[in-house]
């Protein structure tokens, strides 16, 4: 080397240098012809700085005078030229052509770094200069040094631990802190920091080492499906169960929500304006969420516009007129005619004049339930006995002991249950539970005491009624001690209770 630089000295082109240059265009050559023709930019940059070699030999030829002081400058130039070249052509031919995905910028900025700096030191070393002894000379210029690339420093180990613990990756959506609009996609991840495009198309690069502190949401792992809540406010008369069904339904048809996980809808809060509805749904597609959360709005909106209900604005009803004994008594009037048209749809009451259904309307209640709830419950000794006016029931025996309770029987509108508690004064016999939202008319014991000492004929009928369910129940209950008597025998002894309870003769 020291012999090349003698004679470089005298402004000749030395042997060395000759292979040098050699070995340059070679590596070019190869990077030229294995590259792809759209990274062929990748070519610019040792093509220019052996261009610029070359220039700086024609000065040193024209201008012997420089010749030292350039000699340094082409060296550095021609071994610059060679190494890029010979990282190109490694990181991304030889290697990029086995791996999977493409090698991480951090890697191969660091790998570059590392043959530029071996460049450097060569080229320090064949001028004569001790590259260690400039660092260990001079402490100060060795502090300067640290302190500056302090920061660059702990932002490259960073990228480095981003780059081995994965905790993201090119093309995951994140948000690293609680600002909503620092959110975006990650388009690179470099040896310094992580540029990220948000929704707004905006390009932030933010520090490694920012990120390396900060707590990360991936919106993009462990899936893909992320969740969105939207909200909406349906009026008090709509029954909750309703709306749940509308918005999952209008859901399931809008662009962008996934199937699976299915939405999911919450009754939220009593607010001014209405019912406030959460509305949980998935999707995939992060760059499209807000046209995605605004379809799924306009969805459940038409869906209530459908059914003639708009979605209600906050509002106070200030009841300025006093409310007269007369509108009073209307309403009360009303309710009363609505439940006896129910009573008269019930079998049982069939049997019953006017006059006596009007009686037993005016001492019952109405009463509602919605999905899921339980109206009467096994063993309870309440005792009043339920019309089905709207909905439909189940009558469940509980066992106690198993885990396996047993339908009995399903019972619709115009049908009745609770009427072995109340004839009989025993414990429920079973629970009953809604399975759709129902509307119920509860008649209490001295309602229908009333009624049976009007209409006597009415104990009968629920008699055989109650022993005809008695005998399905006791069949059904395999495990309940069943005295086997016919249905006759069934029938007298019930109606002896019966009669004993209500002092009917
Ligand atoms: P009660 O015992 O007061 O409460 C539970 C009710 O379930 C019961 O009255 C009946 O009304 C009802 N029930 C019990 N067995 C049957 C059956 N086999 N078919 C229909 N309803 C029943």
């Excluded at 749809?345 to 004049?353: G, K, P």
Aim: proline share 5%; charged share 25%; hydrophobic share 45%.
């Amino acid at each position: 080397m020291n012999d090349a630089l003698g004679s470089l000295f005298e402004g000749r082109l030395f042997s060395g240098e000759l292979a040098g240059l050699g070995l340059s265009l070679a590596l070019l050559l190869a990077l030229a012809v294995s590259v792809p023709t759209k990274a062929r930019g990748l070519l610019r940059q040792p093509i220019g700085m052996l261009v610029l070699y070359g220039v700086v030999r024609a000065l040193m030829l024209a201008a012997q005078g420089l010749a030292g002081f350039l000699e340094p400058v082409a060296l550095l130039l021609l071994l610059g030229s060679s190494g890029r070249a010979g990282v190109l052509l490694a990181l991304d031919v030889v290697l990029g052509r086995r791996l999977a995905r493409p090698l991480p910028r951090i890697f191969r900025d660091l790998v570059q770094a590392l043959v530029y700096v071996a460049v450097g030191i060569a080229t320090l070393r064949a001028v004569g200069v001790e590259p260690g002894s400039l660092l260990t000379t001079s402490a100060l210029l060795t502090a300067v040094i640290g302190l500056s690339l302090q920061e660059t420093l702990g932002n490259m180990f960073a990228g480095l631990a981003i780059q081995v613990q994965r905790p993201f990756e090119v093309g995951d959506w994140i948000q690293w802190d609680a600002e909503p609009k620092n959110i975006g996609k990650v388009t690179e991840i470099n040896w310094r920091a992580t540029k990220v495009v948000t929704l707004d198309h905006v390009e932030i690069i933010v520090p490694n080492g920012t990120l390396s502190k900060a707590p990360i949401r991936n919106y993009t792992k462990p899936t893909s499906e992320s969740r969105r809540s939207v909200y909406v406010t349906a009026p008090y008369e709509l029954p909750p169960t309703r709306v749940h069904e509308l918005i999952i339904r209008a859901l399931a048809e809008t662009p962008g929500v996934c199937e699976t996980p299915a939405p999911t809808v919450v009754t939220n809060a009593f607010l001014d304006a209405g019912v406030e509805y959460w509305v949980r749904f998935f999707l995939t597609d992060m760059d499209r969420r807000d046209r995605i959360d605004s379809a799924a709005r306009d969805r459940i909106y038409f869906a209530l516009r459908r059914l003639g209900v708009s979605i209600p604005f906050p509002n106070r009803t200030v009841w300025l007129h006093q409310v007269s004994e007369e509108s009073r008594a209307q309403a009360k009037e009303t309710a009363i005619v609505d439940r006896e048209r129910s009573l008269a749809r019930v079998d049982l009451f069939a049997v019953l004049s006017a006059e006596d259904r009007r009686t037993l309307a005016e001492m019952t209640s109405q009463r509602a339930y919605t999905k899921g709830e339980i109206v009467v419950r096994q063993g309870d000794d309440d005792g009043d006995l339920f019309l089905i006016e709207e909905g439909e029931v189940s009558v469940i025996l509980d066992r106690p002991g198993t885990d396996r309770d047993v339908e009995i029987a399903r019972l619709g509108p115009g049908k009745f249950f609770g009427e072995m508690a109340l004839m009989t004064g025993d414990r429920r016999s079973a629970t009953v539970k809604a399975l759709t939202d129902c509307e119920l008319i509860a008649v209490g014991r001295d309602a229908f005491q009333r009624i049976l000492e009007r209409s006597p004929g009415i104990a009968e009928r629920v008699s055989e009624v109650l022993a005809d369910r008695r005998a399905e129940f006791d069949r059904i209950a395999e495990e309940t001690e069943v005295i086997p008597s016919s249905k006759a025998q069934r029938t007298s002894e019930l109606l002896g209770r019966i009669k004993k309870l209500f002092s009917l003769r």
